[in-house]
C-alpha cells in the first residue's frame, strides 16, 4: 500500500470529516450525495475561505457557523458565473474568427499557407513558432468532419481559403494566427474593439485563460488570475479605468470581456451582469469583492449597457 498519497476515503467518511471538522453538513445524507456528485476535492475550493485563518495558514477546521449548504451556493454561483462567461466569450470569438479572416483574406485568399505574405513573427526563430501553429492547424483540418472542409477536400484538394480556415480554429490557435498576422490587419482588426494590436493580443491571452477555466469547470469567481492584460492610456476607455487595480481578478477579467461586447453589439451583453447579480449576498464569509468586484460596480457605464 502507498504511504505518499492521502487515504482514500467513503463518501460517508469524507461527509464525517467536515462534521468533524466543524461545518453543519445538514442531513448527512443529503452531504453524502451532494460528495457523490461533485467530489469532495472540487468543493474544496469552495470552502477554503471558510477555514480558519492562522499565522501559518489555513487551518482545517472550519469557522463557527459554517455550513455545507453556504459552500453549495458558492459552487452553484460559480456554475452560474462559469456558463454566463463562456457564453459571452462565444460572440467575441466569432466575431474576431470573421474579421481576422475577412482582413486577411484580401491579403491572399491562403495567406495562412504562407508565411511569406504575414508578419515578421511568422519567420522568427526561423519560423518555428509558424510550423507548429501549422502542424496544429493541419491536424485540425484532417480531423474536422464539417461538410464545408469535406467540400473543400473534393473540389480544392484540402486547401481552405483563409476565411474558412478560422472556422477551424480554437481560441488559442485563432490568437496566434493574429499574431503572425501583418501589422495593418492587426490594427483593423483591433480597431473594431477600440483597441491597439498589442492590447488586443494581451486580451486575448487573458480571456483563453478565462475559457479553459470555464470550459473545464474550474473554479472562476474567486481565482487569481495568472496574465495581466495591457490596457490603454488612463482616460480612453474610463470604464476600464476603474477596474484597472483588480485585473488579476475575475471582476477585471469581465470587465475586459464586457468591453469587447459592448464595442462591438455582439451576444447578449447583459448576460454578465445577470450573472454578478446572482451572487448569494446571505453568505456573509465570503462577499462579492472576493471576486475584485467593487460595491458600486453597477452604476459603471460598462455595466449599466
Same mark, same amino acid.
Given at each position: ?6 487515504? &482514500?476515503?467513503?463518501?460517508?467518511? /469524507? +461527509? @464525517? #470529516? ?5 461545518? !453543519?453538513?445538514?442531513? %448527512? ?32 477546521? &472550519?469557522?463557527?457557523?459554517?455550513? /455545507? +449548504? @453556504? #459552500? ?5 454561483? !460559480?456554475?452560474?458565473? %462559469? ?223
Amino acid at each position: 500500500m502507498s504511504t505518499d498519497v492521502k487515504e &482514500f476515503k467513503s463518501y460517508e467518511a /469524507l +461527509a @464525517d #470529516v467536515l462534521a468533524d471538522r466543524g461545518m !453543519d453538513i445538514g442531513h %448527512r445524507e443529503d452531504a453524502v450525495a451532494r460528495l457523490r456528485d461533485i467530489s469532495y476535492y472540487r468543493l474544496s475550493g469552495y470552502w477554503y475561505p471558510f477555514r480558519r485563518q492562522t499565522r501559518n495558514g489555513r487551518s482545517d477546521a &472550519f469557522y463557527k457557523g459554517t455550513t /455545507l +449548504a @453556504d #459552500v453549495m451556493k458558492l459552487y452553484q454561483f !460559480d456554475a452560474i458565473l %462559469r456558463t454566463a462567461t463562456f457564453d459571452a466569450l462565444g460572440p467575441v470569438e466569432l466575431r474576431l474568427r470573421t474579421s481576422l479572416g475577412h482582413e486577411l483574406g484580401s491579403v491572399d485568399e491562403c495567406v495562412h499557407l504562407r508565411p511569406g505574405l504575414l508578419g515578421p513573427r511568422a519567420r522568427a526563430r526561423n519560423g518555428a513558432d509558424y510550423t507548429r501553429w501549422l502542424q496544429t492547424y493541419e491536424n485540425e483540418r484532417s480531423r474536422s468532419r464539417e461538410d464545408f472542409v469535406a467540400h473543400h477536400d473534393r473540389k480544392y484538394g484540402g486547401r481552405l481559403p483563409v476565411w474558412v480556415a478560422v472556422e477551424i480554429l480554437d481560441w488559442g490557435s485563432l490568437m496566434y494566427l493574429f499574431g503572425f498576422s501583418p501589422r495593418d490587419v492587426q490594427d483593423t482588426v483591433a480597431a473594431e474593439f477600440a483597441l491597439s494590436a498589442p492590447q488586443l493580443e494581451s486580451w486575448l491571452r487573458c480571456l483563453n485563460f478565462v475559457r479553459n477555466v470555464c470550459a473545464h469547470h474550474g473554479r472562476l469567481f474567486n481565482r487569481v488570475h495568472p496574465l495581466q492584460p495591457r490596457l490603454p492610456v488612463r482616460g480612453l476607455i474610463p470604464a476600464i479605468d476603474e477596474a484597472r487595480g483588480v485585473m488579476n481578478r475575475t471582476y477585471g477579467q469581465l470587465c475586459l470581456l464586457q468591453h469587447m461586447l459592448s464595442r462591438t453589439g455582439s451576444g447578449r451583453s447583459r448576460v454578465l451582469a445577470s450573472a454578478l447579480r446572482s451572487f448569494p449576498t446571505d453568505v456573509p464569509t465570503v462577499p462579492l469583492s472576493h471576486t475584485g468586484t467593487p460595491a458600486d460596480w453597477q452604476s459603471s457605464p460598462l455595466w449599466k449597457t
